[in-house]
């Protein structure tokens, strides 16, 4: 449900707000290009007092950047200059006979009135303007009542009062985080500093989609922590408010219920560094990007890959998409033309995850072929191999060299840790997530010793990238310190197959989703 407001109204509170705060050039412009004109006061009644009992310089600075009639401009400044010619203030009524622009439009309009003013000013006489017999209290009267007439009662800084009612509104809905600076003129919120770290293990909310296929594939924070996007398996794509797990209904799209959407299921989303763009990849091979703001399909890639699009990413500028493939391979897609630029053979199975490093000169890709592969975004070369394999695994292989080797683990995801450039997480379907740099060595092992049924199937970093999440298989929620390599959390969040996670950017919030059609919510 939405309200509209009339544009007019909204350009009458501009113009209060210019008038309130001085700001006369661009008043007159808005005013000028609109034709649009607001005479707002506070006090209708002390208006017209000021008039009656003669407070004259009051009652013009009050209609000094108002727009009024010119038959009540004539009558309240002629009646003005009488009251000066009777007081003997003879030169102050010149001047005012010279200088002040209605006079000029009086001359122009009604010359007899104007000559008998400036005659009196002259010869500094009073002359009685001829068939008007009332009272000097009566036409004060008479004067305050027309221009009375010209103004409406609004209270001051009415703009500013409604824009904080509507920011209020909107945290109240959960569209903007509590005690949130708002910049009104990019209409977002600017990025905090990231909170300190601490495991999120205290479920505090749960999405359910309706029906037993619909649930979500793939999920994703904005960089700017103010989206979580989920893409679902009969082709939906959602923004949710992560403080509510409520749909983002401030996007007109979403209220008006016109999702974003693809033909078959949504495998992948990724967003841009500025989070104003959103890209999805679909199990028909196709990939589509975004407007955030709108939900206007800016780019569509058809087909990107011969078969189902399993992980997207943006480059550092946004013009970019790396992706990857059920069809084995890694492609560069550019945003505005949407060819393939280029193209990264090598991996023998399923490419699963894909994704930049920081300065865009390698692409790293992860498969179920157990591998890890690092390449030169320029050339498309294969700089390094890695079958990422636990001490355990070695030492069983080591112990039975008969068995056939190291079994190879499929790589799940990889995870980029930004406050290491040069490192990722890798995770592999089995009980250990491995810490790599872009050189191709295992830095650290991470593991939780269960020797079957909670294999991972994703991971994911905390804000401050000194925790690391891995999601099993039966939905178990493990926490790692990176430092130490320790396990410090275990949390069973459901009895159903997970799918994977997600981890807030800035905030201590993980989401997890399973096959079961729920998204589940768990802060510090």
Same mark, same amino acid.
């Given at each position: 449900?939405?309200?509209?407001?009339?544009? &007019?109204?909204?350009?009458?509170?501009?113009?209060?707000?210019?008038?309130?705060?001085?700001?006369?050039?661009?008043?007159?412009?808005?005013?000028?290009?609109?034709?649009?004109?607001?005479?707002?006061?506070?006090?209708?009644?002390?208006?017209?007092?000021?008039?009656? &009992?003669?407070? /004259?310089?009051?009652?013009?600075?009050?209609?000094?950047?108002?727009?009024?009639?010119?038959?009540?401009? %004539?009558?309240?400044?002629?009646?003005?200059?009488?009251?000066?010619?009777?007081?003997?203030?003879?030169?102050?009524?010149?001047?005012?006979?010279?200088?002040?622009?209605? %006079?000029?439009?009086?001359?122009?309009?009604?010359?007899?009135?104007?000559?008998?003013?400036?005659?009196?000013?002259?010869?500094?006489?009073?002359?009685?303007?001829?068939?008007?017999?009332?009272?000097?209290?009566?036409?004060?009267?008479?004067?305050?009542?027309?221009?009375?007439?010209?103004?409406?009662?609004?209270?001051?800084?009415?703009?500013?009062?409604?824009?904080?009612?509507?920011?209020? /509104?909107?945290?109240?809905?959960?569209?903007?985080?509590?005690?949130?600076?708002?910049?009104?003129?990019?209409?977002?919120?600017?990025?905090?500093?990231?909170?300190?770290?601490?495991?999120?293990?205290?479920?505090?909310?749960?999405?359910?989609?309706?029906?037993?296929?619909?649930?979500?594939?793939?999920?994703?924070f904005s960089p700017n922590g103010q989206y979580l996007a989920t893409g679902t398996a009969d082709g939906f794509i959602e923004l949710w408010n992560y403080l509510t797990g409520k749909l983002r209904k401030d996007l007109k799209y979403q209220a008006e219920d016109r999702l974003m959407a693809m033909d078959e299921a949504v495998l992948c989303l990724n967003f841009s560094r500025d989070s104003e763009l959103l890209v999805s990849g679909s199990n028909d091979g196709k990939i589509a990007?975004?407007?955030?703001?709108?939900?206007?399909?800016?780019?569509?890639?058809?087909?990107?890959?011969?078969?189902?699009?399993?992980?997207?990413? %943006?480059?550092?500028?946004?013009?970019?998409?790396?992706?990857?493939?059920?069809?084995?391979?890694?492609?560069?897609?550019?945003?505005?033309?949407?060819?393939?630029?280029?193209?990264?053979?090598?991996?023998?199975?399923?490419?699963?995850?894909?994704?930049?490093?920081?300065?865009?000169?390698?692409?790293?890709?992860?498969?179920?072929?157990?591998?890890?592969?690092? /390449?030169?975004?320029?050339?498309?070369?294969?700089?390094?191999?890695?079958?990422?394999?636990?001490?355990?695994?070695?030492?069983?292989?080591?112990?039975?060299?008969?068995?056939?080797?190291?079994?190879?683990?499929?790589?799940?995801?990889?995870?980029?840790?930004?406050?290491?450039?040069?490192?990722?997480?890798?995770?592999?379907?089995?009980?250990?997530?491995?810490?790599?740099?872009?050189?191709?060595?295992?830095?650290?092992?991470?593991?939780?010793?269960?020797?079957?049924?909670?294999? %991972?199937?994703?991971?994911?970093?905390?804000?401050?990238?000194?925790?690391?999440?891995?999601?099993?298989?039966?939905?178990?929620?493990?926490?790692?310190?990176?430092?130490?390599?320790?396990?410090?959390?275990?949390?069973?969040?459901?009895?159903?197959?997970?799918?994977?996670?997600?981890?807030?950017?800035?905030?201590?919030?993980?989401?997890?989703?399973?096959?079961?059609?729920?998204?589940?919510?768990?802060?510090?």
């Open positions: 449900m939405s309200t509209m407001v009339d544009s &007019q109204d909204a350009l009458r509170l501009i113009i209060q707000f210019l008038r309130e705060n001085n700001l006369t050039k661009t008043l007159s412009v808005v005013q000028k290009e609109s034709s649009i004109t607001f005479n707002t006061i506070d006090d209708k009644n002390a208006f017209i007092q000021d008039i009656v &009992q003669g407070r /004259w310089d009051t009652v013009l600075r009050t209609i000094e950047k108002m727009t009024i009639e010119p038959m009540h401009l %004539f009558d309240l400044h002629e009646q003005i200059v009488d009251e000066l010619i009777e007081l003997k203030e003879f030169s102050t009524a010149r001047m005012l006979l010279s200088k002040v622009e209605t %006079f000029n439009a009086l001359r122009e309009h009604d010359p007899e009135r104007y000559v008998r003013l400036a005659e009196m000013a002259d010869k500094e006489i009073f002359i009685r303007a001829p068939n008007d017999s009332r009272s000097k209290e009566e036409k004060r009267r008479s004067i305050a009542q027309a221009l009375a007439d010209q103004f409406t009662v609004v209270p001051s800084s009415q703009l500013l009062a409604l824009l904080g009612q509507s920011l209020r /509104w909107q945290q109240h809905q959960g569209a903007l985080p509590p005690d949130s600076v708002y910049d009104l003129y990019r209409g977002t919120i600017p990025i905090e500093k990231a909170e300190e770290d601490a495991v999120a293990a205290q479920m505090y909310c749960n999405i359910k989609f309706p029906g037993k296929k619909a649930y979500a594939e793939t999920a994703v990007v975004w407007r955030v703001q709108t939900g206007v399909c800016q780019r569509r890639i058809s087909p990107a890959h011969s078969q189902g699009v399993t992980s997207v990413c %943006f480059n550092k500028d946004g013009t970019q998409i790396l992706s990857g493939s059920y069809d084995q391979t890694v492609k560069i897609h550019g945003l505005k033309s949407g060819r393939t630029l280029k193209e990264f053979r090598g991996h023998s199975s399923f490419v699963n995850s894909v994704l930049f490093s920081n300065d865009g000169t390698r692409v790293v890709s992860g498969s179920s072929d157990g591998t890890v592969k690092v /390449w030169d975004t320029k050339t498309t070369n294969c700089l390094h191999t890695i079958t990422p394999q636990s001490t355990a695994d070695l030492a069983k292989a080591s112990a039975n060299p008969l068995s056939g080797g190291i079994a190879n683990h499929t790589v799940q995801a990889i995870v980029g840790l930004p406050k290491n450039m040069d490192q990722v997480v890798v995770c592999t379907k089995s009980n250990t997530l491995y810490i790599m740099n872009l050189r191709g060595h295992i830095i650290k092992t991470l593991t939780h010793q269960k020797k079957t049924g909670s294999d %991972f199937v994703a991971a994911g970093v905390s804000p401050q990238c000194e925790l690391v999440y891995g999601i099993a298989e039966d939905s178990t929620l493990y926490c790692f310190q990176i430092g130490s390599g320790k396990l410090i959390s275990k949390n069973k969040i459901c009895d159903h197959e997970a799918v994977g996670i997600a981890s807030h950017p800035q905030a201590n919030v993980v989401v997890s989703y399973d096959d079961s059609g729920h998204v589940y919510f768990l802060k510090a």
